[in-house]
C-alpha cells in the first residue's frame, strides 16, 4: 500500500480555513418556530450525529403548516465550505452551501435562493428565505427562533 503525501509547502498553498465544524452550534437543541401574523407555529429540533460530524435537523411545521422536513448538514474543512441537503414531506429537495461570517450563517441554493440565520443569540435567532429579485433579494418566509424549555 503506498503512502500519499502532499507536495512540499502544499499546505501554505490554501488559506487557514475561515470556518469551524462548530458554526451550527448555536443552532443545537429544540426550537420552538412562529411565523405570520397569526402566530402559526412549530418546532424544530438539531442535533450532532455521526461523531458529531452531521448536523440534523427535524422540522415540523404543525399546527402552523400542514408539512414536515429534515435536513443535513456538514461542514467540509477543505472547501472552508457548509453543505446542507434539505428534503420534505412535500417532495421538495434543496442542495445549499454557504458559510458562518460577521455573526451570520447564509447559505445560497443555485444563485436562486438564499437562506439566512442572523441575530443570533443565547436562545433565540431569526431565519429567513429568500429568492433573487433582480440584484436583490425577496423575501419569502420568515421564521422567529425561541429556545424551548427543556
Known amino acids: 500500500m503506498r503512502e500519499l503525501r502532499s507536495p512540499a509547502g502544499a499546505a501554505a498553498a490554501y488559506p487557514p480555513p475561515m470556518g469551524s465544524p462548530a458554526d451550527f452550534d448555536f443552532w443545537l437543541g429544540t426550537w420552538r418556530a412562529r411565523w405570520g401574523e397569526d402566530g402559526a407555529h412549530g418546532t424544530n429540533t438539531i442535533t450532532k450525529e455521526y461523531g458529531g460530524k452531521v448536523v440534523y435537523e427535524r422540522f415540523d411545521g404543525r399546527p402552523g403548516a400542514d408539512f414536515a422536513g429534515m435536513s443535513v ?55 429567513t428565505w ?14 422567529s427562533y425561541s429556545r424551548a424549555e427543556e
Open 73 to 127: 448538514s456538514v461542514y467540509d474543512e477543505r472547501d472552508d465550505r457548509w453543505y446542507q441537503t434539505w428534503v420534505d414531506d412535500a417532495g421538495n429537495h434543496f442542495e445549499l452551501t454557504g458559510r458562518f461570517e460577521e455573526g451570520e450563517m447564509t447559505l445560497f441554493c443555485r444563485d436562486e435562493y438564499r437562506m439566512r440565520f442572523f441575530d443570533i443569540g443565547p436562545g433565540s435567532f431569526e431565519w
Open 130 to 143: 429568500e429568492r433573487r429579485a433582480g440584484v436583490g433579494w425577496e423575501l419569502a418566509w420568515a421564521i
